[in-house]
């Protein structure tokens, strides 16, 4: 990098002459490195989901999941450090029951979101702090209807229909852009969300064995976040393993099917 | 204008919930008595909420006076107990327990325990012991004790049967020769609790009967005691 | 000018000084009158009119006092009601923590009765206690428990329990019940003396109404029924001479 050596990029609270923050582009090349995780705000429900190399046979499951409740109708998917995750997802959960003991009701989704948001932007401004390695895809359900936003290491953060972060990116965000998102309905999602997830980890990390996490907020639920039943994702991984993965042709009949509706 | 009849000029943070305990110590056994009634006024509470508890294999406390104070009382101790016990790879004596729960009660001298414990085991010579205490921590081992509503009711007639007090026929230097066996005592529990629950009010429902010796360990007997 | 204030009936009187002792003044304001509570062949039913007296004013008369807490937990309370709402949201906050842990255990009675029962202890023992009094009940692993716990931090369990008036009206009349049947009332008379003591305590309490809740809770989970009306009979009145009439 022409940057390293100049001194620009030891502190986040110094821009370079380029007007870049370094540490904050570190944090998020090092939020981008583990795993994938995908959002999609379908039709009447959100949903949520992660995928990342399991890295040792001997972990006990679900003992460090990436995907958690923030309060009873909004969840959250990580990637990045899990320990820098585990702080988010504290200060996610305190400004959700503050906000319900001042107003007595559950919070909405983006205001959770700006306060979190608001809390890893000031991360990014103090030579005394690292910003954190993590990015943050929150989804929920409130009286405006269901949310999806995502907030990257710079404390930026956008509301999405379909969104997707870490190593399966760039391939995963083509394929959401041809899935007629306002209309699909949550199962459905779930199926596509699961052959995303794997395409992106066998990509990148071959057959490696996978550590997958998908949650939803839909009508099904009562508008809880909950876990997807894990028949469902099963069922997604046979197809998946079943139509042959190497092709780019995977799950072209279904997306031909989309892009008809579109 | 008052919204209710609850409001005075200051709130009082105590409760007397009434019951009694009873301990007499033997030469190598030592019994203490508890009624299980809960009172607050003229309502029972409830006619089943044990008063005494096991913390050793070795000791009894049992506590009357206000029962959220004891409870919380009896719940340190057992945290202390189980700490001692995980620190020095035994259990607490007798003699340390008592000592220990002086110093916890005189730490709340300012605002006390409403609390009358007794404490009851085998100390290390292999002796009955008990120790009573007042509300701020004051300890001294007897005995035999009676504490609670009944209290004036039971001490001065174990004063008599046991301590043979103001008797011109036994000689104060004798007293000690007249240490009741374990059959006595226990007898004597049970008589006076049926007395205590016939003339006062906040005794009665059931009596609990710790009896402790160094064989043994620790029994306990649960009889009925009159419900009215 | 004087600004105008309106004096609630609790207001304080005087003012704090510096270097005096804190002094909290708690009293009621917006208060609910006797809950009660009895075990049964199934379960636990619970029993509470749904007044809220402001003084002597009937002043909410839709007020639950019996609540759901978790699934298989009920709360009853009479004394203040935003002490009790205050009690509602941290319990709500506890179970709603308990469930980030994602770990398939929730809190059973015994443990919601117990940091009831802390955080009640607490309160008295800084000289600011909540205002009520609680009977909480329900079904863990199979078995049922009751307890009681007031503003003292005083608790009791038993199988029949009642709070304020009840204590003295509807407990002997549940006791009783429970002493014919030997501790093994059905639903039909569990429910028959809860609303005999209902009625009782309409007929005695002032700050009673006749519209009342029923919880139960058994195997199968909480349920609480609607706000109901409670029959009553008051011609006997008439036949009553020497009252000045």
């Known amino acids: ?262 | 204008m008052v919204p209710t009849e609850h409001h005075g000029d200051q709130w009082e943070p105590y409760v007397d919930n009434g019951g009694s305990t009873l301990a007499i110590a033997g030469e190598d056994f030592v019994v203490i008595g508890s009624d299980t009634r809960s009172s607050d006024g003229y309502n029972i509470n409830t006619r089943y909420d044990p008063k005494a508890f096991k913390f050793t294999n070795n000791t009894v406390l049992a506590t009357t006076g206000y029962r959220a104070d004891c409870k919380s009382m009896a719940k340190s101790v057992q945290a202390q107990i189980t700490k001692y016990a995980h620190d020095h790879g035994k259990e607490m004596s007798v003699e340390a327990m008592a000592q220990m729960l002086s110093i916890m009660m005189y730490q709340k001298r300012f605002f006390s325990y409403y609390v009358f414990p007794i404490v009851a085991g085998i100390d290390k010579e292999g002796k009955g012991a008990v120790y009573s205490y007042d509300p701020v921590g004051n300890m001294e081992r007897v005995g035999f004790r009676a504490f609670g509503s009944s209290s004036a009711l039971l001490q001065p007639f174990i004063d008599d049967q046991l301590g043979f007090k103001n008797r011109a026929d036994i000689k104060p230097e004798e007293r000690e020769l007249h240490l009741p066996d374990l059959q006595q005592a226990k007898n004597i529990i049970t008589d006076v609790f049926n007395g205590a629950a016939e003339r006062d009010i906040y005794t009665g429902d059931g009596l609990q009967l710790f009896t402790i010796t160094k064989e043994g360990g620790i029994e306990l007997e649960e009889l009925p005691l009159k419900r009215d | 000018m004087d600004p105008i204030t309106y004096k609630l009936p609790h207001t304080p009187q005087g003012i704090q000084k510096p270097g005096e002792p804190v002094k909290h003044i708690s009293s009621p304001a917006v208060t609910g009158s006797s809950v009660l509570g009895i075990k049964y062949k199934d379960g636990l039913m619970f029993a509470a009119d749904c007044l809220g007296s402001y003084g002597s004013m009937l002043k909410f008369k839709n007020q639950h006092r019996l609540h759901a807490i978790g699934k298989s937990t009920v709360l009853a309370f009479s004394g203040d009601v935003s002490d009790f709402q205050y009690m509602q949201e941290t319990l709500d906050e506890l179970m709603n923590s308990e469930r980030n842990w994602e770990d398939d255990q929730s809190l059973g009675t015994k443990s919601i009765y117990s940091y009831i029962h802390a955080i009640m202890y607490q309160r008295r023992s800084k000289v600011d206690p909540l205002w009520n009094s609680y009977v909480v009940g329900g079904i863990e692993k199979g078995k049922p428990f009751m307890g009681y716990v007031d503003l003292y931090g005083t608790t009791y369990e038993a199988d029949s329990l009642a709070t304020g008036f009840g204590k003295h009206l509807a407990q002997p009349l549940m006791r009783k019940a429970l002493e014919d049947k030997e501790g093994d009332l059905t639903e039909e008379e569990a429910r028959d003396v809860l609303l005999r003591s209902l009625r009782v305590l309409f007929y005695r309490d002032t700050r009673s109404l006749n519209l009342y809740q029923i919880a139960k809770v058994t195997g199968e989970g909480v349920t609480i029924s609607d706000p109901t009306h409670l029959d009553s009979e008051w011609e006997f009145g008439r036949n009553i001479r020497g009252y000045g009439f």
């Open chain 1, 1 to 262: 990098m022409t940057s390293v050596g100049t001194g620009y990029d030891i502190s986040s609270s110094t821009y370079s002459t380029e007007g870049r923050i370094y540490q904050v582009e570190y944090a998020t090349q090092a939020a981008n490195s583990f795993g994938t995780s995908i959002g999609m705000k379908v039709n009447n429900g959100v949903i949520l989901g992660s995928v990342s190399r399991k890295i040792s046979k001997l972990l006990k499951p679900a003992s460090n999941k990436c995907i958690s409740h923030v309060d009873k109708h909004i969840g959250i998917a990580t990637t990045g450090w899990t320990a820098d995750a585990r702080e988010i997802l504290n200060i996610a959960r305190r400004e959700a029951e503050n906000y319900r003991s001042s107003y007595k009701i559950p919070p909405p989704t983006t205001q959770v979101v700006q306060r979190l948001g608001f809390y890893i932007h000031a991360h990014t401004l103090y030579s005394s702090v690292r910003p954190f390695g993590v990015n943050s895809i929150i989804g929920g359900k409130d009286d405006n209807g269901y949310h999806l936003h995502m907030i990257e290491p710079s404390g930026e953060h956008w509301g999405y229909r379909g969104c997707v972060v870490g190593k399966g990116q760039k391939e995963v965000k083509t394929e959401l852009e041809r899935i007629d998102l306002d209309n699909i309905d949550p199962t459905l999602a779930v199926n596509r969300m699961v052959k995303m997830l794997l395409k992106a980890h066998r990509d990148s990390e071959k057959e490696e064995p996978y550590h997958m996490e998908i949650s939803w907020v839909t009508e099904e639920t009562n508008g809880y976040h909950e876990r997807v039943p894990q028949n469902i994702i099963d069922d997604a991984i046979n197809q998946f393993e079943n139509e042959g993965h190497e092709g780019e042709g995977e799950g072209a009949d279904e997306a031909q099917e989309t892009m008809e509706v579109e």
